[in-house]
């Protein structure tokens, strides 16, 4: 008899292990489909090094962001922060800015966090993948190519199911 709890408590060990590996990339709250709090790497599609981005690394309002390769630096590492119900706001540096739309409605920006609707992102579970959708508007962060370069441009836009242009995998840091 103990050898059989032996051989269950390490075949449950195992499974918690492998978990916690799979939550590692990507922290799910229990409901399977929110992000939990901390600090993250949006990577446009899984093993594309396209990440979310500051234009410039540029800690001030109003600085746009873009698509860029992985740089690992301090300029692709935003914090999510979930408020319930799958709704989060995205921070980002030491100096109380968020993630936020800007005043035209097409572009990401940084601001500062003041709590309005437009500065707040539901993130929805697609199989592997999340789209990002805007709280105000509706819309969902997009990537776009200008002319020959890689995506870099970062637009709000209406959800096509394009894969390719709309879904992101997070890397939750530490």
Known sequence: MKEVI?????????????????LKVVDIHRDGTSVRDGDYYLELRAESNVMWDVTWAAEQEHSRLHFWARNNEKNQVFSIKNEGDGKCYILYGNEGLCVGVADDGLHVELQTFEGKKSQYWYFERINQ??????????????????????????????????EQMFQYVLTKMN
């Open 129 to 162: 993948y999340f789209i990002v959708k805007n709280s105000d508007s509706g819309l969902y962060v997009r990537a776009i190519k200008w002319g020959d370069e890689e995506f870099n441009s970062m637009v709000l836009a209406e959800y096509e199911g394009d």
């Open 6 to 22: 032996k051989r269950y408590i390490g075949a449950f060990l195992a499974i918690l292990l492998i978990a916690a590996f799979i």
